[in-house]
């Protein structure tokens, strides 16, 4: 009988351990646990109406990787409100992998945001369509603040093939890149020059670069890189050569000439120069926004 009673009574312990919870243990479920650790916005110098882009580093820091195919959404909220986000990053990040972001795409269908003056609040959101299971679903945002400064005003003039131009200062490394035209003459010439008596209009022609860079056979026509602090610059001279280049020869040049002589530009009559300036890449030399932009009344003739 005393057998019987002892194995009743251990048997008896065995359920109610095993009700209580106290039986074999179970590990948790591992998870992923994605957070924000960098928010980002190109140009960082923000001027009114610029467009902005937002990139986003996130980590996993769970101990579980993310699901393959599944989207790493980001949100960017700026004021309150989305404005753009990525919805790209598919491949699996592992435990304590990061991995950098930036919008493709927005509301309205725009990967970027029109700056507007003043200071904004942008926030970052991981997963902000819930798709990942997280073992922490609370800490997927991130937020930061920035400010949008006025648009750099800009004056320019034209100083022989140079422009000179004002302007505020940045504390970043800009370029002004200027632009020349007005109207095109041509004359028949000789070995020893153009022949009295036989230069005739052409029509309208420009030179000069639109933007700031350094690429193309004409490196440096027309541009000028403004130091950080700096509040005015003067340009190299705008190449003249880019008219012959493009057209030259040409049978639009319709002049007559005798025997022994031959067409070609002669002067281009400027009327007017246009100035922009640009943010640099990085603080290199590809122009990425124009700041402000500006155009002067000219009367000046360039010999070609």
Same mark, same amino acid.
């Given at each position: 009988?005393?057998?019987?009673?002892?194995?009743?009574?251990?048997?008896? *312990? $065995? %359920?109610?351990?095993?009700?209580?919870? *106290?039986?074999? $243990?179970?590990?948790? @479920? $591992?998870?992923?646990?994605?957070? !924000?650790?960098?928010?980002?916005?190109?140009?960082?110098? %923000? *001027? /009114?109406?610029?467009? &902005?882009?937002?990139?986003?580093?996130?980590?996993?820091?769970?101990?579980?990787?993310?699901?393959?195919?599944?989207?790493?959404?980001?949100?960017?909220? /700026?004021?309150?409100?989305?404005?753009?986000?990525?919805?790209?990053?598919?491949?699996?990040?592992?435990?304590?992998?990061?991995?950098?972001?930036?919008?493709?795409?927005?509301?309205?269908?725009?990967?970027?945001?029109?700056?507007? &003056?003043?200071?904004?609040?942008?926030? *970052?959101?991981?997963?902000?369509?819930?798709?990942?299971?997280?073992?922490?679903?609370?800490?997927?945002?991130?937020?930061?603040?920035? @400010? =949008?400064?006025?648009?750099?005003?800009?004056?320019?003039? &034209? !100083?022989?093939?140079?422009?000179?131009?004002?302007?505020?200062?940045?504390? =970043?490394?800009?370029? %002004?890149?200027?632009?020349?035209?007005?109207?095109?003459?041509?004359?028949?010439?000789?070995?020893?020059?153009?022949?009295?008596?036989?230069?005739?209009?052409?029509?309208?022609?420009?030179?000069?670069?639109?933007?700031?860079?350094?690429?193309?056979?004409?490196?440096?026509?027309?541009?000028?890189? /403004?130091?950080?602090?700096?509040?005015?610059?003067?340009?190299?001279? !705008?190449?003249?050569?880019?008219?012959?280049?493009?057209?030259?020869?040409?049978?639009?040049?319709?002049? @007559?000439?005798?025997?022994?002589?031959?067409?070609?530009?002669?002067? &281009?009559? !400027?009327?007017? %120069?246009?100035?922009?300036?640009?943010?640099?890449?990085?603080?290199?030399?590809?122009?990425?926004?124009?700041?402000? @932009? $500006?155009?002067? =009344?000219?009367?000046?003739?360039?010999?070609?």
């Amino acid at each position: 009988m005393r057998t019987k009673r002892f194995t009743t009574l251990a048997a008896t *312990a $065995a %359920v109610a351990a095993s009700l209580l919870g *106290a039986g074999t $243990a179970h590990a948790a @479920t $591992a998870k992923p646990d994605l957070v !924000v650790t960098k928010v980002t916005w190109a140009p960082q110098s %923000v *001027a /009114v109406g610029q467009q &902005l882009a937002f990139t986003a580093t996130i980590k996993n820091q769970g101990n579980a990787p993310t699901p393959s195919g599944v989207i790493h959404g980001i949100g960017f909220q /700026v004021d309150g409100k989305l404005r753009t986000w990525s919805d790209l990053s598919t491949s699996p990040l592992a435990p304590g992998e990061t991995r950098t972001l930036t919008a493709n795409s927005g509301p309205t269908g725009s990967r970027t945001w029109t700056a507007t &003056l003043g200071g904004h609040e942008i926030l *970052a959101y991981v997963d902000d369509a819930g798709r990942i299971a997280e073992s922490n679903e609370s800490n997927n945002r991130t937020k930061t603040t920035f @400010t =949008v400064t006025a648009k750099p005003t800009l004056t320019t003039t &034209l !100083v022989g093939a140079s422009s000179y131009s004002t302007f505020p200062a940045m504390p =970043v490394k800009t370029g %002004v890149a200027s632009a020349i035209s007005g109207s095109g003459y041509g004359s028949c010439f000789t070995d020893t020059g153009a022949v009295p008596g036989t230069e005739t209009y052409l029509g309208e022609y420009s030179a000069g670069p639109g933007n700031y860079y350094t690429g193309g056979p004409f490196n440096y026509s027309g541009l000028a890189e /403004v130091p950080a602090g700096a509040t005015s610059a003067t340009s190299v001279p !705008v190449s003249l050569t880019e008219i012959r280049k493009w057209h030259y020869p040409d049978p639009g040049l319709k002049i @007559t000439c005798a025997d022994g002589q031959y067409p070609g530009f002669s002067k &281009l009559h !400027v009327t007017r %120069v246009t100035t922009s300036r640009w943010t640099l890449n990085d603080g290199g030399w590809s122009g990425v926004t124009q700041l402000a @932009t $500006a155009t002067a =009344v000219a009367n000046a003739d360039l010999p070609m």
